[in-house]
């Protein structure tokens, strides 16, 4: 088992991509951007399960795709400057589990973002280009995230929707996340082309502390973060990851998408994300075997898709 260490000052790898949505050349209808950020803290009533919020900031290029009933028309195509920033239609989607219930979704909204790092003239102070930058929705409200100078520490900032709102659930949350401890709040990053411009290009922080504020409440656990692209059909797929020392949960979201294609037809995909609780669990390795007694709180999500979009 590997010995944790002192907690590292900052996220160490390279980070100069992370606000860069040109790596790979767009391919019409098939092209999908997005920052993925996902916050587990224990449950105090409940040492079981733990709270969760996702929050998703997105764009493809389509002419319309179906978020879970809800029809996007993006209107136009991304910009970048002169700079290097980035300017896009897109969502900010997000979901919270209160350890009870669901709320989903939390925000589902429609907005235009920059994107940016630190040596773009709109970031205040100046620059080094080694991971600085943001995701800013042009909203009245914050609904941000990114990395601050030094890679030192990551925000987000959410307000959830008047709809959710009104069936109980939260109105802000302000995030903090710091490194946590080697390889896990060390980037990884994967990149593959596989033939004719079609691939994807994928970069994670698999484990980081989170400080997590909830209408005034504050609450510790971890998170993790990804940003991806996709340039390629949707198809299938299985995911899941799991944080140990920190408590497990129960809950369920799940998005559907529509996006037309020729003939009138429209092709459709459902992403299914949902917390999990571990019954069992064994581990062997050159040091033994080890199971769910030999800890004190495990934590996790999974997700899984099925349908074609195109």
Request: hydrophobic content about 35%.
């Amino acid at each position: 088992m590997i010995e944790m260490q002192d907690n590292p000052i900052k996220f160490e790898g390279d980070f100069s991509s992370l606000w860069r949505l040109d790596v790979m050349p767009p391919i019409y209808g098939l092209s999908w951007w997005w920052y993925w950020v996902l916050i587990l803290v224990p449950d105090p009533d409940k040492p079981s399960r733990s709270r969760q919020l996702m929050t998703l900031w997105s764009t493809k290029e389509t002419k319309a795709v179906r978020v879970s009933g809800h029809w996007w028309e993006p209107g136009s195509r991304m910009h970048k400057d002169e700079h290097g920033g980035f300017v896009i239609p897109g969502m900010v989607c997000a979901w919270w589990y209160d350890g009870e219930t669901m709320h989903e979704p939390l925000t589902m909204r429609e907005c235009r973002m920059a994107v940016v790092g630190d040596t773009h003239p709109l970031w205040p102070g100046q620059g080094d280009g080694l991971g600085a930058g943001a995701v800013i929705p042009i909203e009245r409200e914050d609904l941000s995230m990114g990395m601050s100078p030094g890679n030192e520490s990551m925000w987000v900032s959410l307000s959830s929707d008047r709809e959710a709102r009104s069936r109980g659930a939260p109105s802000s949350f302000e995030a903090q996340l710091t490194p946590w401890w080697g390889p896990p709040s060390e980037l990884t990053y994967r990149n593959n082309e596989i033939a004719l411009g079609m691939g994807y290009d994928i970069l994670r922080l698999q484990g980081m502390k989170s400080r997590l504020v909830v209408d005034g409440e504050e609450m510790e656990g971890t998170a993790y973060v990804q940003k991806v692209t996709v340039q390629a059909p949707s198809v299938p797929w299985f995911w899941g990851m799991v944080h140990f020392d920190d408590g497990s949960y129960l809950g369920r979201a799940r998005w559907t998408f529509d996006q037309p294609t020729r003939m009138g037809l429209v092709s459709h995909l459902t992403y299914n994300e949902y917390p999990f609780e571990v019954f069992r669990l064994e581990i062997e390795d050159e040091e033994g075997t080890r199971t769910l007694s030999d800890y004190d709180w495990i934590h996790g999500n999974a997700e899984h898709s099925w349908g074609f979009l195109h």
